[in-house]
T-cell receptor, first 116, second 114 residues
Framework: KAGVTQTPRYLIKTRGQQVTLSCSPISGHRSVSWYQQTPGQGLQFLFE???????NKGNFPGRFSGRQFSNSRSEMNVSTLELGDSALYLC???????????????FGPGTRLTVL | AQSVTQLDSQVPVFEEAPVELRCNYSSSVSVYLFWYVQYPNQGLQLLLK??????LVKGINGFEAEFNKSQTSFHLRKPSVHISDTAEYFCAVSGNQAGTALIFGKGTTLSVSS
């Protein structure tokens, strides 16, 4: 079974631009979560989607948004990019059939965003 | 609110030596605990998780961890490490509700040398 895929793997943007990152979950997985990883702040939760609905959101400004499609694929968008948005953005998927958080989250390889 | 503290940012060891990576957590509710590993330029891979039951959890690649509720710890151990275990290791905690976030520690870099 194919793992979580993220596209693109690398991205270079300039301040003020916007960017869209894509995540395809493992087949059959219904939940998709996004995390930001930076050397200073570590791994921080952005948001989680299940059945096209955002169930949970981390403490990030409104410039960060996301959505999930009916096939469970997810996108996240960052508008008006700032230098501090440079990070590895990781997507994780899980089955989410138990109604709890016991299902393992499987992570993709990430998208490395550099803002110049 | 939950939080995770990984007590060592870097752990250097020699090949075939035992290793322990320490993790303490804080939470006012019942939690689930996880250890993930990240190899360079890759995403995170689950090593093991504690949900309930036996406090000794065995994972992949010969790793195990022990949940200690009184000390709020979840230390990761391996009796004999290999060069290929060199990576960054993250301890994480989550609540038990669906959709809850994983809260990660800052990570521990394990460096195994010959």
């Amino acid at each position: 079974k194919a793992g979580v895929t993220q596209t693109p793997r690398y991205l270079i943007k300039t301040r003020g631009q916007q960017v869209t990152l894509s995540c395809s979950p493992i087949s059959g997985h219904r939940s998709v979560s996004w995390y930001q990883q930076t050397p200073g702040q570590g791994l921080q939760f952005l948001f989680e989607y299940f059945s096209e609905t955002q169930r949970n959101k981390g403490n990030f400004p409104g410039r960060f948004s996301g959505r999930q499609f009916s096939n469970s694929r997810s996108e996240m968008n960052v508008s008006t990019l700032e230098l501090g948005d440079s990070a590895l953005y990781l997507c994780a998927s899980s089955l989410a059939i138990s109604g709890t958080s016991t299902d393992t989250q499987y992570f993709g390889p990430g998208t490395r965003l550099t803002v110049l | 609110a939950q939080s995770v503290t990984q007590l060592d940012s870097q752990v250097p060891v020699f090949e075939e030596a035992p290793v322990e990576l320490r993790c303490n957590y804080s939470s006012s509710v019942s939690v689930y605990l996880f250890w993930y590993v990240q190899y360079p330029n890759q995403g995170l891979q689950l090593l093991l998780k504690y949900l309930s039951g036996s406090t000794l959890v065995k994972g992949i690649n010969g790793f195990e961890a022990e949940f200690n509720k009184s000390q709020t710890s979840f230390h990761l151990r391996k009796p004999s490490v290999h060069i290929s275990d060199t990576a960054e290791y993250f301890c994480a905690v989550s609540g038990n509700q669906a959709g809850t976030a994983l809260i990660f520690g800052k990570g521990t870099t394990l460096s195994v040398s010959s």
